[in-house]
């Protein structure tokens, strides 16, 4: 995991995964961990055999499942430690993952494309040659009693496009299978097939030469055709298939019915994490508090470090870290609504929108960099960001999150509190104003957990953070 | 800046010394700064230095063609005269370029070719494969659903006419074709017709006619031919090399492809936007070697894995049969290490893109004692021919496919232009690592020089560190502006002096993109001179920009201060 001093240095970044016996420390991201590894075969495994589960990892501190992109390994491929072995796609991010462990890759369990929980066993790496087989007995096993438990999709409606009426399940049609046919179908048929979890051995193609063709699939999973399969070939082509006529077909049966025009988009994963997210929210009583907070001070400053390379997005995280070092509360966080945490470090999480989603950097210890480094810092991280290059704790970590819109000229706003912080800053633009005494202000609005944070303890945290703003010269101290 | 020169005496030849004896006491004479870079040691080389400005080295290239006569005629062993300075077997692209560089350096030059002008890459090749990969281009954007929306454009179901881009394929490379043989025409280079068979030293045999020519010096440039592993039945019409599938007569439903290199790779973006599913069979245990590991791995995420692609690797297809008797064509896959049977495949057809053989039969290499190495014609380093004792044939080349060392085109009319540099006076080597490679596919893949594990084995050999620097087409404005924010560029390079070693890149455009890479490794463009030239806003040419400006030099700029011009 040696990075080099280039910020693009690694494309996709990289994690290390350890295998069944470690314990949870091992693991880069210390927070997520904790939970999601079943430990009872974990360690009945090591004690039986030298074969080790390989788990999907956490790789967020929102990420419940992540996506293999793709396995850089083979089955049957040896393995040595620190190796990438396959690439994991986060909530956030695209990450390499590599092992621990010297060894045998075994068995994969959750083969390219699929989804599974976080901590649950995503392949088997054995330590011999002659442990493959037991590994892969037991991944069968395992992928067959996981299958009928809850982590992979079936139980629930967790895949991507469900409908939400159970379809008709109509492989129970499954024509006489003849023995030991063997069984023909197109890469798109397998592609369709593993994703909507159709057995192709159930299936009768209907293809020439009695091959499985995409819309055999289709129909056998009980969803109209999908209508981006390509070209047609329009007219006199040798191949005799009959494109099937134009399917305007709805997808889903119930449902309220779509607005004419309208068309269904699934959710990428950033949009599930960031609906996941603000469903957790509402669980968590909150209250806003705002504040006007004086800028001709600040205006002048700004200009005078802006040829610095100092981001107005520094500045602010910089005086609310300092203001933060103040109120230690309103840097708590309240997990479960019986205890709270004081957090040590101050890192200001700073949302940012990216390519149509969301997405909350981290500027750890903005406390105690100075403006200069805080600024840079945060070019690295944008850049990183569009990249898809944040390591977790580059986006998980924040106590605080700093919400900024002034740049599109708003005025005020309201955030929603992240699950996990305490408080969110929200900032709207400077305005000039009437009064006579001052030229420019802009409001800044705070929405706290109340269970830890009630109103005296805002309202004291935003008259620092007033001071410190209206007093700037003491941020580059 | 100091420069050296290389001048190489072949003492076997004396027919190679005695004609090159005027040219070099040209360049002696001369205070010839000649600015060339060469790649590898040669311990038989005679090196000297000179010193001078870069303009003194155009010497009047008119006068050179007299001193080779000249010269010749003081020589008694071979023909008095010769019916050409230069004679050119092949008119492809290499040859094409080789001829047109010899007229400029007043060359009498003639060409012959047995088949058509234009060679594999006009007629057979590139050209009409760009043709097809355009329409494939503009296919996928129409059936593009969600980035056609996310432009706000409708487009209602786009369809194709299958006779209609065939047709575009040919036009092109019709079109091309007698570009290519007026432009040679028009110089006065001689296209003679027939095969060229070499009949002894500067003396070739046009045809079955008794038609035969003499040449001071020869260039074979006679390419290359699909290679087909045995056990494949090619029948042209369900299993096919490119030159069929290049003519489009019908989209299979369902087609294999053998070989994930370049013309794999190309095709399966075809077929694929045209509606075809393709099963890829790769011998070696990933898609696309040869493609630097990363962009490999990019590369099969975006061209692989979302379309209607599968593949089976570390494999050999043992076996091909064509489609007859209402079967469909079926291909037995064995394993490629413990060659046990596999699979077995039953497809629509089946494109054989295991590579390219060198065409090198009926030259008549055996006259002058040349064994070929598996097909291809030895050569050294300036493109001249060795024979089977080791020894130089003297006034004999070979370029392009026929060598083997770097099938592309423009490789092969880089080496026709060297050669023809060396002919008239002018030592020349190619740097072979400045040429530059493309794959059109969508989006395209680009790269120069080596790839990165290749960077680091030579950095741990010699002893220097390799750093490597990426920049991401997400940051570029104008491929967001185009809604292609999928793409990745990679440098390659020493971050003590700032030499590029290698750019690599995977996005829209990259094949015209790799360009200022190439441009700056042939150079000798360090990096920490490059990042300071300035790029047109907002271009993709910034991805290369921000590259370069990305990468962590410790050496300063060495481009002297240039004069304050008033704009």
Redesign the interface.
């Known amino acids: 995991m040696a990075s080099?001093?280039?910020?693009?240095?690694?494309?996709t970044s990289t994690l290390s995964f350890s295998s069944s016996i470690s314990s949870s420390s091992l693991f880069p991201s210390r927070r997520t961990f904790i939970l999601p590894i079943p430990r009872r075969r974990a360690t009945s495994f090591t004690v039986q055999s030298k074969i080790r589960e390989i788990f999907m990892p956490a790789l967020s501190s929102t990420m419940t499942e992540g996506k293999i992109?793709?396995w850089?390994k083979?089955e049957g491929d040896t393995l040595s430690k620190g190796e990438s072995v396959v690439?994991v796609e986060s909530d956030k991010a695209d990450m390499d993952v590599e092992t621990f462990y010297d060894g045998i890759l075994a068995a994969i369990v959750v083969p390219?494309?699929q989804t599974a929980p976080v901590g649950a066993p995503i392949a088997l790496l054995a330590e011999t040659e002659e442990e493959v087989a037991e590994a892969k007995a037991k991944a069968a096993n395992s992928s067959q009693s996981q299958s009928s438990a809850p982590p992979p999709q079936p139980a629930n409606p967790a895949p991507a496009i469900a409908q939400p009426s159970p379809p008709p399940p109509p492989p129970s049609s499954a024509a006489v299978s003849d023995g030991p046919k063997?069984i023909?179908a197109?890469?798109?048929a397998?592609?369709l097939a593993k994703q909507h979890k159709v057995d192709l051995a159930s299936l009768t193609g209907s293809?020439?030469?009695g091959?499985i063709t995409p819309a055999d699939v289709e129909a056998a999973a009980g969803i109209a055709p999908s209508k981006?399969?390509?070209?047609?070939?329009?007219?006199?082509?040798?191949?005799p298939?009959s494109s099937a006529p134009?399917k305007a077909a709805a997808a889903g049966a119930v449902a309220p019915p779509p607005i004419p025009g309208s068309?269904v988009?699934a959710f990428t994963t950033m949009q599930s994490a960031v609906s996941k997210n603000m469903m957790e929210s509402l669980s968590v009583p909150t209250f806003r508090v705002g504040y006007p907070v004086i800028t001709d001070a600040l205006d002048a400053f700004y200009e005078k470090v802006k040829p610095k390379g100092v981001t107005m997005t520094a500045i602010l995280a910089k005086a609310a870290a300092m203001a933060l070092v103040q109120h230690p509360v309103v840097n708590a966080s309240c997990k479960d609504g019986k205890n709270f945490a004081y957090n040590s470090n101050i890192n200001i999480a700073v949302a940012a929108a990216l390519?149509g989603g969301l997405i909350t950097p981290v500027l750890q210890d903005a406390d105690k960099l100075d403006l200069y480094l805080l600024s840079q810092k945060w070019k690295e991280l944008l850049?990183k960001a569009?990249?898809?290059q944040l390591q977790p704790n580059e986006y998980n970590s924040g106590t605080f999150t700093l919400s900024n819109l002034g740049m599109f000229g708003v005025d005020r706003f309201d955030a929603i509190l992240p699950p996990g912080q305490g408080a969110i800053m929200a900032v709207g633009a400077s305005k000039p104003t009437v009064e006579a005494d001052a030229s420019g202000f802009f409001k800044v609005n705070v929405t706290a957990d109340h269970r830890i944070i009630y109103g005296a303890d805002l309202a004291a945290f935003l008259q620092t953070f007033s001071k410190i703003v209206e007093n700037p010269d003491s941020l580059t101290l | 800046m100091q420069s050296t020169l290389s001048l190489s005496f072949s003492p076997s030849s004396s027919a190679a010394a005695v004609s090159r004896s005027p040219t070099t006491r040209f360049s002696l004479n001369t205070p010839t700064p000649l600015n060339l870079r060469f790649c590898g040691l040669r311990p038989q080389a005679l090196a000297f230095t000179a010193s001078g400005n870069r303009r003194s080295s155009q010497l009047p290239s008119r006068p050179r063609s007299q001193a080779v006569s000249a010269a010749l005629s003081a020589n008694g062993s071979p023909p008095k005269s010769f019916d050409y300075d230069l004679l050119i077997i092949g008119a492809g692209v290499g040859g094409h370029g080789a001829a047109l560089h010899a007229v400029e350096k007043g060359l009498k030059t003639a060409i012959v070719e047995g088949d058509v002008v234009g060679g594999t890459c006009v007629n057979r090749g590139c050209v009409p494969s760009k043709a097809l990969l355009a329409v494939a281009g503009r296919?996928r954007e129409l059936?593009n659903?969600?980035h056609l929306?996310s432009l706000g454009l409708q487009v209602s179901?786009?369809?194709?006419?299958?006779q209609g881009v065939a047709d575009h394929a040919i036009n092109l490379a019709s079109k091309i074709r007698n570009n290519l043989t007026n432009s040679m025409k028009a110089l006065g280079v001689d296209i003679l017709t027939g095969v060229g068979t070499i009949l002894g030293p500067q003396k070739v045999q046009i045809g079955s006619s008794d038609k035969i020519v003499t040449a001071k010096d020869i260039i074979i440039a006679t390419g290359s031919v699909p290679f087909v592993p045995k056990g494949i039945e090619v029948d042209g019409k369900t299993v096919i090399t490119s030159d069929h599938a290049l003519k489009l007569e019908?989209?299979?439903?369902?087609i294999a492809i053998v070989g994930s290199g370049y013309i794999g790779l190309e095709f399966s973006d075809v077929y694929?936007?045209?509606?075809s599913?393709?099963?890829f069979v790769e011998a070696l245990?990933q898609l696309m070697p040869g493609f630097d590991p990363?962009i490999g791995?990019?590369a099969?995420?975006v061209l692989i894995?979302p379309r209607?692609?599968?593949y089976h690797t570390g494999v050999f297809a043992s076996k091909i049969t064509p489609a007859r008797d209402g079967?469909?064509v079926t291909i037995e896959l064995i394993d490629a290490k413990t060659k046990e049977p596999k699979d077995?495949l039953?497809v629509?057809a089946a494109l054989i893109a295991t590579g390219r053989a060198p065409f090198t039969q009926g030259l008549g290499l055996e006259n002058i004692d040349v064994v070929t190495q598996r097909g291809f014609v030895p050569v050294d380093e300036r493109m001249r021919v060795i024979d089977a004792k080791g020894k130089l044939v003297p006034n004999l080349y070979c370029i392009g496919d026929a060598n083997g060392k770097m099938m592309l085109a423009h490789a092969a009319s880089a080496q026709g232009i060297s050669v023809v540099e060396q002919v008239t006076g002018r030592d020349h080597v190619l740097n072979h690592l400045s040429v530059p490679a493309a794959c059109f596919t969508h989006p395209e893949i680009s790269m120069v020089g080596l790839t990165e594990p290749q960077a680091r084995e030579k950095g741990e050999k010699e002893g220097f560190e390799v750093?490597?620097?990426?920049?991401?087409f997400?940051?570029n404005t104008k491929a967001l502006a185009e809604n292609e924010?999928e793409g990745?560029a990679k440098l390659i390079y020493r971050p003590d002096n700032g030499e590029i070693l290698g750019v690599h890149i995977f996005g829209l455009h990259a094949a015209d993109l790799i360009h200022e890479a190439s441009n700056a490794i042939a150079l000798g463009t360090r990096i920490q001179d490059i990042k300071l030239a300035v790029h047109a806003h907002p271009t993709l040419s910034e991805v290369l920009d921000e590259l370069f400006k990305?990468?962590?030099v410790k050496a300063q700029a060495s481009i002297p201060v240039s004069e304050p011009v008033p704009v």
């Open positions: 080099s001093p280039s910020p693009f240095n690694s494309n992109v793709s850089i083979s690439v390219d494309g063997k023909v197109t890469p798109q397998k592609k293809g020439s030469f091959r981006s399969s390509p070209a047609p070939a329009a007219p006199a082509a040798l191949a298939s134009p068309s988009v390519n850049n569009r990249g898809k | 296919m059936q659903d969600h929306k179901a786009a369809g194709y006419d299958r019908f989209v299979p439903d369902w694929t936007a045209l509606g599913e393709v099963t245990d990363e791995k990019l099969q995420r894995n209607n692609i599968d079967k469909p077995t039953e629509d750093s490597v620097a990426k920049t991401s997400k940051a924010g990745l990305s990468a962590k």
